[in-house]
């Protein structure tokens, strides 16, 4: 079975800095996307980040352009998300994604095919 295990999440002050983790385990991947959305409250689920397989394409959303950076590290099936100057209103469960060819990099959470169980983000004021 195909597992993404998240890590990272946590209670933190505005204008702190978070980094979270998510591997993927279960089978091997030759080509693949990762990435990130989250999930406020009574929100609905939004798109963060997206990385490619090699790192050498990267997308953001708006509101998190300048504060987070999505990486990752392929020979492990691996993507990171540092987010840096953190604001209340990023307060969310974080889930990590995984998608294949030919939908690498894509915002919209129908494409992707495996999801992680999601990490809480609380940042306080």
């Known amino acids: 079975q195909v597992q993404l295990v998240e890590s990272g999440g946590g209670l933190v002050q505005a204008g702190g800095s978070l980094r979270l983790s998510c591997a993927a385990s279960?089978?091997?991947?030759?080509?693949?996307?990762m990435a990130w959305f989250r999930q406020a409250p009574g929100k609905e689920r939004e798109f963060v980040a997206a990385i490619n397989r090699s790192g050498g394409s990267a997308r953001y959303a708006d509101s998190v352009k300048g504060r987070f950076t999505i990486s990752g590290d392929n020979a492990k099936i691996t993507t990171y998300l540092q987010m840096n100057s953190l604001k209340p209103e990023d307060t969310a469960v974080y889930y990590c994604?995984?998608?294949?060819?030919?939908?690498?990099?894509?915002?919209?959470?129908?494409?992707?095919?495996?999801w992680g169980q999601g990490t809480p983000v609380t940042v306080s004021s």
């Open positions: 279960g089978r091997t991947f030759t080509n693949y996307g």
């Open positions: 994604a995984l998608v294949g060819p030919p939908w690498i990099l894509a915002t919209t959470e129908n494409k992707y095919d495996y």
